[in-house]
């Protein structure tokens, strides 16, 4: 016995939506959904079967403290409007100005039953748009990529995958401006339910449809944009500047480029099963492709409550439990991680203290140990509750980027950097996440750990806190060991398809489990 989508019960009703808008007139856009057994789901299958016709589409997932399935996944394609911005892009200038304005109309009613992210927008911010935040850091950059400074996707349908129900809402919104009649929101509420139901009977379909994988070619080498002399030649100079007094610590980075045949989403089905983490996404921008697994929270609102997260300070995981246990109090007892975790708590404290009211700035949680996948990690939350006359946008630009991936003082090393690396970073130590419909609330996380995909190349780029006291090899060292989990990965899923292929079984059937 099948489901028909057609008849699936629509919730809330209209009487409750016309009550909400129209008598007690508490907002404009409210969702509405339809339910699925989510227990024969899987988010990876669900993505393909709504995904495959659309140039523009996301997946969001997460595991928390290292081994927790997060609660939801969000999944959608298809979205009504594609905002990019950059040098040439229909928007220039600071992504927030343009975003902010576009998410204004939405005077957003949350519900009980759905109390998380319906719709919104979704999407990166890359690193360089930091020269919108702060036009000190601007200067003259070469472009490699060649990719927009930011990509939204504004999607008012999508799946919201329930782990602990076991259930999948497939939420639409009654989005209903001005003074609408009670005729019209009719109509818009019938218009709604039916594109939610419109995406069920896409997730009830009967096959899954794999996306294309062209021919495996292995051996493909990674080549790096600066080298291991390069790299090591910007620690000495940053150290020079420490020494002068004119930075703390600044992050300086290294690209690689790896050509592969590889679908990207075939690479984010690999890395989503060796590297689970708190964020991890797939973000398919039509001409490029976001793949990320990444363990740190970069802004974070909640109900205005601002969570910023540091993470500072890794070593290996044990083999054994007893060697995991003295791992961790190995780090715990480095004086140099440490120093820079503190270093960089104080920095987060900063950002946070500058847009939220002073007496709620706190430290939530000091130098905890976080087991992931492959490491530990040294981590640390601040937290805060913003101040009337501030926004989440305005919380965005006060954090951003994060100082693990600059430095401090923040400017200076960002300046200092820039002029080291002479680059653009594109998504890299930017932001990906979530700006909700309703303007108390987003998710963005640090993009680190992150593959950028476009024209058969894979760029992977990794950085290092340096310091008075860092060593030039051991640096460049860390850069690769901080890449080796994404080339890993980028690896053994070449070679899982090549096998397929070369055995001669179709290469878009896959007995892997979603």
Excluded at 268 to 296: I, K, T, W
Excluded at 324 to 344: C, F, P, T, W, Y
Excluded at 458 to 471: E, F, K, M, N, T
Aim: net charge neutral; hydrophobic share 40%; with cysteine.
């Amino acid at each position: 016995m099948t489901l028909n989508p057609h008849k699936l019960p629509a919730h809330p009703s209209l009487a409750t939506v016309e009550q909400i808008i129209l008598k007690e007139k508490r907002g404009n856009c409210v969702p509405v959904y339809v339910e699925l057994p989510g227990d024969l789901l899987t988010p990876c299958g669900a993505y393909l079967r709504i995904a495959k016709d659309s140039k523009y589409s996301f997946l969001l997932e997460s595991v928390i403290a290292g081994e927790n399935i997060a609660r939801y996944s969000f999944i959608g394609a298809d979205p009504f409007k594609i905002i990019k911005t950059g040098p040439d892009e229909e928007h220039t200038g600071d992504p927030m100005t343009v975003l902010e304005k576009e998410l204004s109309v939405y005077k957003y009613v949350k519900l009980p039953e759905v109390a998380t992210f319906t719709g919104g927008a979704i999407g990166y911010v890359g690193y360089d748009c930091i020269q919108h935040f702060e036009p000190k850091t601007a200067r003259p950059l070469s472009d490699p990529l060649g990719i927009p400074e930011a990509i939204f996707m504004l999607v008012d349908t999508l799946l919201i995958f329930d782990h602990l129900y076991q259930n999948v809402k497939v939420v639409s919104h009654v989005f209903c401006p001005g003074d609408a009649g009670t005729v019209n929101l009719s109509f818009i509420y019938q218009t709604a339910i039916e594109k939610a139901r419109r995406l069920a009977k896409l997730v009830l379909g009967a096959a899954t449809p794999e996306v294309y994988q062209p021919p495996i070619v292995m051996g493909a080498e990674a080549v790096s944009n600066v080298g291991k002399e390069g790299y090591e030649g910007y620690v000495t100079k940053l150290k020079e500047h420490i020494v002068a007094g004119d930075i703390i610590q600044a992050v300086p980075s290294q690209r690689l480029s790896r050509p592969t045949m590889l679908h990207p989403f075939n690479a984010y089905r690999h890395l989503r099963r060796v590297n689970p983490s708190p964020y991890m996404f797939y973000l398919d921008c039509g001409h490029l492709q976001v793949v990320g697994a990444s363990p740190e929270t970069l802004c974070k609102v909640e109900r205005n409550h601002v969570f910023n997260h540091a993470i500072a300070g890794t070593i290996r995981r044990g083999k054994t439990v007893e060697e995991d246990v003295q791992l961790g109090a190995q780090l715990l007892n480095s004086e140099k991680d440490r120093a820079e975790h503190i270093m960089l708590v104080d920095l987060a404290r900063n950002d946070v203290n500058r847009v939220c009211q002073p007496k709620t700035v706190k430290v939530d949680h000091l130098m905890q140990l976080e087991r992931f996948s492959h490491v530990t990690h040294l981590t640390s939350q601040v937290s805060g509750v913003l101040r009337t006359d501030k926004t989440r946008f305005d919380a965005f630009r006060s954090i951003f980027p994060a100082g693990t991936v600059s430095g401090a003082p923040k400017i200076k090393a960002i300046e200092l950097v820039y002029g080291l690396e002479s680059q653009r970073r594109g998504v890299y130590a930017g932001a990906v996440g979530r700006f909700d419909f309703a303007d108390d609330a987003m998710d963005t996380c640090i993009a680190i750990r992150t593959m950028t995909f476009k024209d058969g190349v894979a760029y992977l780029q990794a950085g290092g806190g340096i310091v008075h006291d860092s060593v030039e090899e051991e640096e460049y060292v860390e850069t690769l060991n901080k890449l080796k989990g994404n080339l890993r990965a980028l690896e053994q899923a070449e070679k899982y398809w090549y096998d397929i292929q070369q055995s001669g079984t179709n290469g878009n059937i896959t007995p892997l489990h979603h």
